[in-house]
């Protein structure tokens, strides 16, 4: 299983792939929405292999993120992110540079703001 450095570090790519595509221009919003759903996924991961634990799938990650005291604040947010991700890849729903700037990196923040004190 990755380590909590391992994961804050491929959390951390994949922000960065997402920062890197023009934002205003790109044809591939929906692979940004992706990323940042995946880098808040490995922030939460990290968060758990920090105890020992780890998810086996999306939906043990997300009951556990429910259940968690420490970190079931940000479950909207992941939420969210993950709601998105899947109407990009799987509905192919059209997404705005808006919604990434003022929907979608706000969440991410939120995320990492709670979880990386605590790692």
């Known amino acids: ?3 909590k ?3 804050v570090a491929k959390a951390k790519h994949d922000e960065g792939f997402a920062s890197s595509l023009d934002l205003s221009t790109t044809p591939y919003l929906d692979w940004a929405i992706t990323a940042l759903f995946y880098a808040a ?3 939460v991961e990290a968060y758990f292999a920090a105890m020992r634990r780890h998810s086996p799938d999306h939906r043990t990650r997300d009951s556990a993120v429910q259940r968690d005291s420490r970190i079931k604040g940000i479950y909207n947010d992941y939420s969210e992110l993950k709601n998105f991700s899947i109407n990009a890849r799987y509905y192919m729903i059209p997404f705005s ?3 990434l700037r003022k929907n979608l990196l706000p969440r991410l923040a939120n995320i990492k703001a709670r979880i990386l004190p605590l790692l």
């Open 41 to 43: 996924l490995h922030y």
């Open 1 to 3: 299983m990755p380590q």
């Open 5 to 7: 450095h391992e994961h």
């Open 97 to 99: 540079e808006s919604d």
